[in-house]
């Protein structure tokens, strides 16, 4: 929408890669690195490691995820999420802080960019206020009333491919719309198994003790959680075709 005209113009664009994205996403990514070089607007790729295979090595930090917990007790829990600060927002917020021209830990008062957030109007919740005095924030999609629905039907209008939701192939958070996406690539849902099944075996499992971990919150083996639609399920209902799209009214 910015290269079209149709949102303000932006002097630079930033992607924060975990390194543990589906295949989708980098691929959307390479279509934008694309969109961008053609419209002059720099793309800084920023990283803090490979979310994956820091979580898996011993002599790492690990940041914790939302796990999905069951206790010795059968009780359920979730694990603190400190992923998306030490993977997402802290190389962002460098990149941010070189651009703005200040230091690590510089403080300054005077406002010196300005971030674009492409959070959508049904997403209005993760709004939030900037972290320091230097930066504002703009949600032009939620001043406009845009969802993701007009997002994906905007993208399809001009060419180009649906966007992929952007979240590691193993996130917890995942809904089974978006764990049959993963599964619907064999490499990442090979991938999403081998890890849920690592947070019961070596250093994930040793930190968990004696609870044990899963991504998904059936709390099972993530290969053995039924995620399919109701279509799929042979569920469907008879009088589906029939919407009008009036329930919303």
């Known amino acids: 929408m910015i290269i079209h005209g149709e949102l303000p ?23 934008l690195k694309g969109e961008c070089d053609t419209a002059g607007i720099p793309l800084h790729i920023v990283s803090n490691g490979n979310i ?39 190389p962002l917020m460098a990149k941010q802080r070189e651009l703005a021209g200040l230091k690590p830990r510089q403080r300054c008062n005077e406002h010196r960019i300005t971030t674009v957030i492409g959070i959508s109007w049904d997403e209005a919740q993760r709004m939030r206020d900037p972290a320091f005095p230097w930066i504002r924030n703009d949600y032009p999609l939620i001043d406009n009333r845009i969802r993701r629905e007009d997002c994906i039907r905007w993208n399809t209008e001009h060419g180009y491919p ?10 917890p958070y995942h809904s089974n719309t978006e764990w049959r996406a993963i599964r619907d690539n064999p490499i990442d ?37 039924d995620i399919r639609s109701k279509e799929e399920a042979g569920q469907g209902a008879l009088f589906d075709m029939e919407c009008e799209g009036m329930c919303g009214l």
């Not at 968990?208 to 290969?223: Q, V």
């Open 9 to 31: 113009p932006v002097d630079h664009a930033i992607f924060s890669d975990t390194g543990w994205e589906p295949q989708a996403v980098y691929q959307h990514l390479e279509t």
């Open 52 to 90: 994956r295979e820091d979580a898996l090595n011993p002599e790492h930090r690990f940041a914790s995820m939302p796990i999905h917990i069951r206790r010795q007790d059968g009780k359920p829990a979730i694990g603190r999420r400190q992923c998306t600060s030490e993977y997402k927002i802290k």
């Open 162 to 171: 649906p966007p992929p939701r952007s979240s590691c192939i193993g996130c």
């Open 189 to 225: 849902w090979a991938d999403a198994i081998d890890f849920d099944t690592q947070l019961r075996r070596g250093r994930l499992a040793h930190l968990l003790e004696p609870s044990e971990g899963f991504l998904h919150p059936a709390r099972i083996p993530l290969e053995q959680v």
